[in-house]
């Protein structure tokens, strides 16, 4: 067979656009002629295996990188163009391989826009299957979304990744960063791979927090972001580019079900990754014990967020180097919850999360305020609670602030090992020591049967209303 010969012209005018040398500098280099090295970057002569050596040599130019970078989206586009809709415009494989080279950024929105062509197509498939076996009074809410399906995913499983954490410490050790971290990560970056870090004014950004340019291989962030969110953002890129083995390993294992599913999966992952490579475990794990898990302590010490930090106590649990079990819960002001996440998997059952009693909707009325309270449930479990606001990415004078809250918990019995335990009020006077006063809360105004709750937002399924037209209660739904 023969073999497949590689045009790389681009890529060629690429690296000697970046080393700032014209044609004849390059060529003399290469020990060709100007009009021949002409001739390559149009992708009009081949590389030779004489001139890669040759450019790995002169020029350190990594051999893979001159045929691997566009086989994924050459592999992509003829899956674009196989598409019954494009069967009459199938180009050939030079061509494809003409515009991977040429313009990877548009050949990347090509491939984007056709996955999301296709995974709409899907969408509404389903939809036509729903109505068609229940009717076209089926509510929307009936589809299940990708995102949902990762949710309940991460959600129902504890919050821990040994093969990440493992990565991470080795990616720790090559780095070998010191006290500056993002620095480190700059470099190796630009060193093994090529990539410029950037951040980037509103005005250039204005919808995205970062973005890719696979041209001129540049990694450009958002000037909204804090340096928390910045560092975040770069320990990401990195991590998904020298873990990608152990990333892809893990979606796997997780067995979703659609292609945006998975990629939803991956930003999740990755996003772990960055805070096991912002907080190393032992080196956290240790500080963590030592503060009694004062999260402020914690974010000051390893130059993180009070989100990242908390984020990270959840994932504490090595076998045989485990912390506090806590669990996570954000919301927004409208009560929408978006992130839940916990080292044994989220309590859905025995803590819910849903109910309006719970100190995390009280935070917005004092911003950057720890709320601690301890909240019992119907069925007698009690739960200790750290609640704070969250400011997310800087607007204008001219924009409304984005805000979030952010609830911390674990089981009641570890209130001694945390700071945040003496917080909470003693139950009463002469009351058996150890006890605490706790809100009685419930996992879902639907499924709780509280009665004259003033918060109640919604009346419980399990029993009937407006049983007695003689008395009425003080919540606005009255069961008896």
């Known amino acids: 067979m023969a073999e497949q010969k590689i045009f790389a012209g681009p890529r060629i005018r690429r690296i000697r ?113 729903l109505l068609a076996r229940e009717g076209h009074t089926t509510a929307l809410s009936g589809a299940r979304l990708p995102i949902d399906e990762v949710h309940e995913v991460f959600e129902r499983r504890p919050n821990h990744f040994t093969s990440l954490e493992e990565e991470a410490e080795a990616f720790t050790s090559l780095l070998d960063p010191g006290d500056d971290l993002l620095g480190a990560l700059k470099g190796w970056l630009r060193r093994e791979h090529g990539i410029v870090v950037k951040v980037l004014p509103v005005a250039t950004m204005p919808n995205w927090r970062r973005r890719y340019d696979r041209h001129s291989q540049r990694l450009f962030l958002s000037e909204r972001l804090s340096p928390f969110d910045q560092l975040r953002e770069v320990a990401m890129e990195a991590s998904l580019i020298r873990m990608q083995v152990a990333v892809a390993a893990e979606i796997q294992a997780l067995k979703l079900s659609s292609d945006e599913a998975k990629r939803l999966a991956r930003f999740e992952l990755g996003r772990y990754a960055a805070h096991a490579l912002m907080m190393p475990y032992q080196a956290f794990h240790s500080a963590a014990q030592r503060a009694r898990y004062d999260v402020d302590v914690l974010r000051s010490r390893f130059g993180v967020s009070f989100e990242q930090a908390a984020n990270r106590l959840t994932m504490l649990q090595r076998s045989g180097s485990a912390a506090v079990p806590f669990f996570m819960l954000e919301v927004d002001n409208a009560g929408n919850r978006f992130r839940k996440a916990g080292a044994q998997g989220f309590p859905q059952s025995r803590f819910g999360g849903g109910c309006p009693k719970l100190p995390v909707h009280a935070a917005f009325t004092q911003p950057g305020q720890i709320f601690v309270e301890a909240v019992e449930m119907p069925d007698g479990a009690e739960f200790l609670c750290v609640a704070r606001t969250l400011e997310g990415p800087q607007g204008a004078f001219s924009e409304r602030p984005r805000r979030t809250a952010i609830l911390l918990g674990c089981d009641i019995a570890f209130r001694d090992e945390i700071v945040y335990g003496a917080a909470l009020p003693a139950l009463a006077v002469g009351a058996k020591p150890g006890l605490v006063a706790a809100t009685p809360v419930g996992p879902a105004c639907r499924l709780c049967e509280r009665s004259g709750c003033l918060s109640r937002a919604e009346p419980p399924i399990t029993r009937p209303l407006g049983l007695d037209e003689m008395v009425t209660g003080l919540s606005a739904f009255d069961f008896q």
Not at 77 to 93: C, N
Request: no cysteine; aromatic share 4%.
């Open 17 to 129: 656009n970046q080393k700032g040398l014209t044609q004849t500098a390059m060529a003399e280099g290469l020990g060709i002629s100007p009009s021949y090295l002409n001739l390559i970057e149009r992708n009009q002569r081949p590389l030779t295996v004489q001139l890669i050596l040759k450019l790995a040599s002169v020029y350190k130019v990594d051999p893979d990188e001159l045929q691997g970078e566009a086989r994924g989206s050459i592999a992509a586009l003829r899956e674009v163009f196989a598409d019954p809709l494009l069967a009459g415009e199938l180009p050939g494989d030079q061509e494809l391989v003409e515009i991977a080279e040429a313009a990877p950024n548009a050949a990347a929105a090509v491939i984007k826009l056709f996955r999301a062509y296709r995974e709409q197509a899907e969408r509404l498939s389903d939809l036509t299957e």
